[in-house]
């Protein structure tokens, strides 16, 4: 019965670069939500998505941010050319449509 | 905009002794209320909930108290045990949605 499953568990990338961060839900859990913990601080919603649909995007950064939740596969958040500023811990977390939201282990994203 | 507040960036206490952590919040339609356990370089763990239509919801040596009018609820630890050094983050939501997160409270437990 295995957790949230997220990878890679740390990624570094050069600014300019594409980085994709994927994210298993716990089986039976439909609903994902993605997190970014900057240093020293919270953790901050980006989005929430079900199968194949985005539900709430507010937390989303305009520009470079895509999110997607396949009928098939891992959800992926994808940053396009990424900059220091990017550098964070970005937490997926999934439910089956109750408030509990079970964490995965998070990604370090390291913009060098 | 903090709609959930954590005041309190950092807390020390003896084992044995009761820790008590806060967490305010701003949006008067928050109707669920949780707490998460971190410790570095993982993710956060759910701890303990609450609904907005108590006032109180224990397990084990965790309890975490609703104050609806005052807009405030604390978790409240007793006895602390040295394993419970972790960060600890408060969360609302509102009709099943999306959690929103306080900063967090660094609770250190000594001997």
């Known amino acids: 019965n295995a957790g949230v499953m997220q990878n890679p568990r740390h990624l570094v990338r050069r600014r300019g670069q594409e980085a994709r961060l994927r994210c298993s839900p716990m089986k039976g859990h439909s609903h994902v939500y993605w997190y970014r913990q900057l240093p020293e601080e919270g953790l901050k919603f980006m989005v929430y998505l079900q199968k194949e649909n985005i539900i709430d995007e507010s937390g989303m950064p305009k520009e470079r941010f895509s999110a997607e939740f396949p009928k098939e596969g891992p959800s992926i958040l994808r940053i396009q050319q990424v900059v220091r500023g990017d550098s964070a811990a970005y937490f997926c977390a999934s439910s089956p449509g109750s408030v509990e939201a079970f964490f995965g282990q998070g990604t370090r994203l390291t913009v060098v | ?111």
């Open chain 2, 1 to 111: 905009d903090q709609q959930v507040k954590q005041n309190s960036p950092s807390l020390s206490v003896q084992e044995g002794r009761i820790s008590i952590l806060n967490c305010d919040y701003t949006n008067s339609m928050f109707d669920y209320f949780l707490w998460y356990k971190k410790y570095p370089a993982e993710g956060p763990t759910f701890l303990i909930s609450i609904s907005s239509i108590k006032d109180k919801n224990e397990d084990g040596r965790f309890t975490v108290f609703l104050n609806k009018s005052a807009k405030h609820l604390s978790l409240h630890i007793v006895p602390s045990q040295p394993g419970d050094s972790a960060v600890y983050f408060c969360a609302a939501s509102y009709n099943t949605d999306k959690l929103i997160f306080g900063t967090g409270t660094r609770l250190q437990v000594f001997p």
